[in-house]
């Protein structure tokens, strides 16, 4: 498996990957997602596995370094490490913040191993149970995905679901895929080819992030000063090991289902480790249980999030969705072929994934408290430099300017999406998903001749369909516990 | 707590249209409306060449979907208001404001020039007020971007009044 790594290049590409995973995760509003799509154009210069390398690197190291500006400034340094700060800094205020990173690092770790494990053992099943699937099954499959958002995803469930449709809606415009016929262009040339991946992601990620900081100029944060990370003692790791497990099994479920990946597992994590623990009263105040079951959760994520990826080409999160479009970038076409023809290929990025939670470990442990020095930079620096390089990465695809004012117009759009309560999640989910969802529709009705109920007589469609239902049902009857549904 | 109560109500005793869930049910529904229509006016398959549904249905029902599921969460609004924003600050604007400076000089001037005064717009407007850090973000990490994709990846960025210099 690691044979392929064995290359000063691709370790280089490893550590740089790990080490820019890491910056990203620390400042906040940066993180993976948007790390990734802005390295994406420089991928280029990449052969296709140091490519995907670097971006699974910044990915997990990413998700990781979310933790270090929690415990010390109680701010998320990416929306995966919300539930890290609940207990994160108070235990940091208490003179302990060597203690709840040292913890923080360990399960992060545990949690990123366990689910390369999972991937290892479940993306080749699940790629050959991809051979018996048709147009018809791949297309209850992308509902199946799409409805997953609304049940699990973060926020309302059905501002997901119109986010996740609109995400299909912009993968509309441009020339119909099957006939040519200008759809949604208005005349503009530049639009036949259809909206870019890239534009989107920077706009609703990196430029409404920087309109969101715009609104937080007044904003201080507190922060506290960390000695050194200290690994956890013995009595630590009694109190949490079960914990550990528990949430590196939750955070690879939900990383496989296509929602918001790291966030809502850590938040699963973080809840079943309350309702586990022993001491649930001690939640909130500094319980480095919750430290662990936040953090090898969302870790555990990563790997969870890569199975669909790979196996369907169906991403289980933003970031796994940049991913994507780096492998199609580059050629490679994610399912079972890509499990029979390119193995090679598969081991280097499992082997990566691996190396890079063993690096994040060693960076965290012995460099958090450089890293923790990143977010001194002032936003009124820091984010002038963010658009520069995002005006730039964008233009960079396809040199093209309108990319540049789609991704301003998708920033402003993604600042007032997220004041209302939208997820831009749904919005990539559904954009990387439009043409499955499309072709997949128009193909099984060609082969169905036209008759609709044919989708009912294929066993694993339908079943595709009885989940999406369900999944649907789902945040109904939830909504009566929590009153939560608009 | 008690502030967000507050809030609550505060957005309740507004007149229909000015709460915010009005605004966004409006605002979805106005500009769905307008893509919905505009479906009507796509090309379609003759009969004989069309195989499965024409290029507009698949869209038109996605808009359809939107607005049948914007209208539930207004209706659902009724029972639950949701809560008052802050209204928005200063910098915001002025942020927004940036943003089509930015277009307008990257269409007519130069792309480099657009993204240096953007930058030290911004990082004024934010409150840096030290020469050396303005000119570090207007024009030192702008050209240093330019430089690095310029030669790493081959880009060549769009000619203008300051790029035309580096190129010629």
Redesign the interface.
């Known amino acids: 498996m690691m044979a392929p790594l064995f290359s000063s290049k691709l370790l280089l590409v490893l550590l740089f990957g790990t080490l820019f995973g890491l910056v990203l995760g620390v400042l906040p509003g940066l993180g993976p997602t948007t790390g990734g799509a802005l390295i994406l154009?420089?991928t280029?210069?990449l052969d296709p596995l140091s490519a995907i390398i670097l971006l699974t690197s910044i990915y997990c190291a990413g998700t990781y370094g979310g933790a270090i500006t929690a415990v010390l400034i109680n701010t998320p340094g990416t929306p995966a490490a919300a539930a890290t700060c609940l207990d994160g800094y108070p235990l940091a205020q208490k003179g302990e913040a060597g203690r709840a990173l040292g913890m923080a690092t360990v399960s992060s770790t545990v949690g990123g191993i366990f689910s390369v494990i999972v991937l290892v053992f479940f993306a080749p099943i699940l790629a050959n149970l991809a051979y018996e699937f048709g147009q018809p099954e791949y297309f209850a499959l992308a509902i199946f995905g799409l409805t997953m958002l609304a049940s699990i995803g973060d926020g309302?469930p059905?501002?997901n679901?119109?986010a996740g449709?609109?995400g299909?809606?912009i993968s509309?415009v441009g020339k119909?895929f099957?006939?040519s016929?200008?759809?949604?262009t208005?005349g503009i040339n530049e639009l036949s080819v259809g909206i870019g991946f890239i534009p989107v992601v920077v706009g609703l990620f990196a430029i409404s992030e920087?309109?969101t900081q715009?609104?937080l100029?007044d904003q201080v944060f507190k922060r506290v000063a960390l000695k050194a990370v200290k690994l956890p003692t013995k009595d630590d790791y009694k109190k949490t090991w079960k914990t550990i497990l528990r949430s590196s099994g939750i955070g690879s479920f939900i990383g496989v289902l296509p929602a918001e990946g790291g966030t809502v597992a850590s938040l699963i994590g973080y809840s079943e480790a309350k309702r586990f623990s022993k001491n649930p009263e001690e939640f909130g105040k500094g319980s480095v249980e919750g430290i662990a079951g936040a953090e090898a959760a969302n870790n555990a994520a990563t790997g969870g999030a890569m199975v669909p990826t790979l196996a369907l080409g169906i991403p289980g999160s933003a970031t796994t969705a940049v991913i994507l479009t780096g492998l199609i970038i580059h050629g490679v076409r994610p399912g079972p072929d890509l499990f029979k023809e390119q193995p090679e290929f598969l081991y280097g990025i499992f082997g990566a994934m691996l190396v890079a939670n063993i690096l994040f470990f060693i960076f965290g442990f012995f460099g958090a408290k450089i890293f923790a020095r990143i977010t001194l930079v002032?936003?009124?620096?820091l984010?002038?430099?963010i658009?520069?390089?995002s005006?730039?990465g964008t233009?960079?695809l396809s040199?093209s300017?309108i990319d540049?004012?789609i991704m301003?117009f998708f920033?402003?759009l993604g600042f007032f999406m997220r004041?209302?309560?939208f997820s831009v999640v749904p919005v990539i989910i559904g954009l990387i998903l439009g043409e499955l969802v499309?072709g997949t529709?128009?193909?099984s009705?060609?082969i169905f001749d036209?008759n609709w109920l044919m989708f009912l007589t294929r066993p694993i469609a339908l079943t595709f369909f009885i989940l999406s239902l369900i999944a649907l049902a789902f945040p109904l009857i939830r909504s009566k516990k929590n009153?939560k549904?608009? | 707590m008690n502030n967000v109560r507050d809030k609550k109500r505060a957005n309740k005793s507004l007149p229909f249209f000015f709460r915010t869930e009005f605004k966004v049910f409006f605002s979805i529904i106005l500009v769905s409306t307008i893509l919905l229509i505009s479906t009507f006016s796509f090309d379609t398959v003759p009969p004989i060449l069309n195989r499965g549904i024409q290029p507009a249905t698949f869209p038109k029902g996605l808009l359809v979907l939107i607005i049948v599921l914007t209208s539930i969460i207004y209706y659902l609004s009724f029972k639950k208001p949701w809560k008052k924003e802050k209204n928005l600050p200063k910098p915001f604007f002025l942020t927004i404001l940036s943003f089509v400076i930015f277009i307008i000089i990257s269409k007519t001037l130069d792309f480099f020039l657009a993204i240096a005064v953007l930058s030290v717009f911004v990082s004024y407007y934010w409150g840096e007020r030290r020469i050396f850090y303005l000119l570090l973000v207007s024009i030192i990490f702008p050209l240093v971007v330019f430089i690095f994709f310029e030669m790493i990846l081959g880009l060549r960025f769009p000619p203008g009044i300051i790029t035309n210099l580096y190129y010629y």
């Open positions: 154009p420089f280029m210069t309302s059905i501002k679901l119109i449709a609109f299909i809606l509309t119909d099957m006939t016929i200008d759809r949604f208005y920087m309109l715009s609104t100029l002032p936003n009124k620096i984010w002038p430099m658009f520069a390089v005006v730039c233009y960079s040199q300017i540049v004012w301003l920033g402003v004041r209302y309560g499309e529709l128009r193909q009705i060609v036209g009153k549904i608009i």
